[in-house]
């Protein structure tokens, strides 16, 4: 029997994304998103480069223009994209709310891999796409209930948001799955997170013409832990999971987060806790679940 390691590094990831997102969305609420994302690349791509140079490793070794291309688009629906608008759709809808939703991205990928791949789709994985969609469904009504006018077009801009923020990982699931395997992993982020600071430097000068603050009201010290944690640590059990696993494991094991967030976001004053909510959100982790491990 092989060690676990791979799906044990996909669950660490989420345990770091649960612990982090919190941070982030309050930071980004005083200084938008694109600067978060920033500081996280700018911790993180230099503390990779320095490592796999010290272990010897060429940042080029492996590389082929498909790998590349892959790791770009891997930035580019995570990065550079997605989790902007996932910060965006946490602060108008709660973190666990929108993490929820997002989450939900494991069967985008089983639904890809029936239409393009002729996967069959059995029974079980019918059942639990029925499970994910009811526990979407039933959060969108938590968070749209009771709501004037302009407050329910907020909400319903971020669950908006939260369900292309789940389209988005998609595709950076795959694109992660199919650019690192058989490489070193953290080779593979020194690569991913120069890519990604490239992306950002751009959308950087677009936030500086916006005028907000350059720094969070605490300053960025606060928010290293955060960004160790996520960045750093749960970007490697993200890559390593993914490439040491099949694809629905690693997928559903990263997507755990929402569970994990909830005592989080309550405990640092983020959320509003209750039964019917808790009920939701396990259903929909239940359905991703059931999905991506059944047999067709």
């Known amino acids: 029997m092989a060690p676990p390691y ?13 612990y982090a997102t919190t941070r982030y969305t309050r930071a980004a609420r005083e200084v938008g998103s ?20 010290a272990r010897g490793r060429s940042l080029s ?27 965006v759709a946490a602060a108008r809808v709660g973190v666990t709310t929108a993490l929820s939703i997002a989450s939900v991205y494991p069967l985008w990928a089983a639904l890809f891999g029936t239409i393009a791949d002729g996967e069959p789709l059995g029974p079980l994985r019918l059942a639990g796409m029925a499970l994910a969609i009811c526990g979407v469904v039933w959060l969108v009504r938590e968070r749209g209930d009771g709501a004037d006018g302009p407050a329910r077009r907020r909400v319903g801009v971020g669950l908006l948001l939260s369900a292309l ?49 350059s720094r ?34 690693g997928a559903t094991l990263s997507a755990l987060a929402p569970v994990i967030s909830a005592p989080v976001a309550i405990h640092a ?22 999905l991506v491990s059944a047999r067709a």
């Open 6 to 18: 791979g799906p044990l590094a996909a669950f660490g990831a989420s345990v770091s994304w649960a």
């Open 34 to 53: 694109t600067r978060v994302n920033f500081a996280r690349v700018l911790v993180a791509f230099p503390t990779f480069a320095l490592i796999a140079l």
């Open 61 to 87: 070794e492996g590389f082929d223009a498909s790998r590349l291309g892959w790791l770009l688009l891997s930035v580019l629906s995570s990065y550079a994209l997605a989790d902007s608008v996932f910060f």
């Open 165 to 213: 923020t789940s389209l988005l990982w998609a595709a950076n699931s795959v694109a992660v799955k199919r650019a690192s395997t058989d490489l070193d992993t953290l080779t593979v982020n020194a690569v991913r997170y120069g890519l990604a600071l490239v992306l950002l430097g751009p959308q950087l000068r677009i936030a500086r013409a916006k005028g907000l603050p």
């Open 216 to 249: 969070p009201a605490h300053g960025w010290r606060p928010l290293l832990p955060a960004i160790v944690a996520d960045a750093v640590v749960g970007s490697s059990c993200y890559v390593y999971g993914l490439s040491h696993t099949d694809l629905a494991v």
């Open 269 to 290: 004053g983020e959320e509003r806790w209750n039964a019917r909510r808790f009920a939701a959100v396990m259903l929909t982790v239940a359905g991703v679940s059931v």
